[in-house]
């Protein structure tokens, strides 16, 4: 399986943003797809997850703290595409943005798609 994640770029801060991600090849099963995102200097964190089309609990959300009721994430009409909302950016958004993926059946696999950055300006 390949992710491709597209987006990105420079905004200002409050400004909108929108990542994409489409995930390809092999896939038997999707049980959840998401974003991490890395600043520098600091640790791999979660941004936002959702279950995708074949799993039974479809549709299923997490946010981190920071960016809940500022970001969306939502699946597109093929389910093999995740895309991420980002309303209201703040210049500590700034970071390097990774699509993931978990295709394994049982569910426990990591897929990681290349990097994509955000750079907000105050």
């Known amino acids: 399986v390949q992710l491709q994640a597209s987006g990105g770029g420079l905004v200002q801060a409050g400004e909108s943003m929108r990542l994409s991600c489409a995930a390809s090849?092999?896939?038997?099963?999707?049980?959840?797809m998401g974003w991490y995102r890395q600043a520098p200097g600091k640790q791999r964190e979660l941004v936002a997850l959702i279950t995708s089309g074949t799993s039974s609990s479809s549709g299923r959300t997490t946010y981190a703290d920071p960016v809940k009721g500022r970001f969306t994430i939502s699946v597109g009409n093929a389910k093999n595409t995740v895309y991420l909302e980002m309303n209201s950016l703040k210049p500590e958004d700034t970071a390097v943005y990774f699509c993931?993926?978990?295709?394994?059946?049982?569910?426990?696999?990591?897929?990681w798609g290349q990097g994509t950055q955000v750079t907000v300006s105050s």
């Open positions: 090849g092999m896939i038997f099963k999707i049980n959840q």
């Open positions: 993931y993926g978990d295709f394994n059946d049982p569910p426990g696999g990591e897929e």
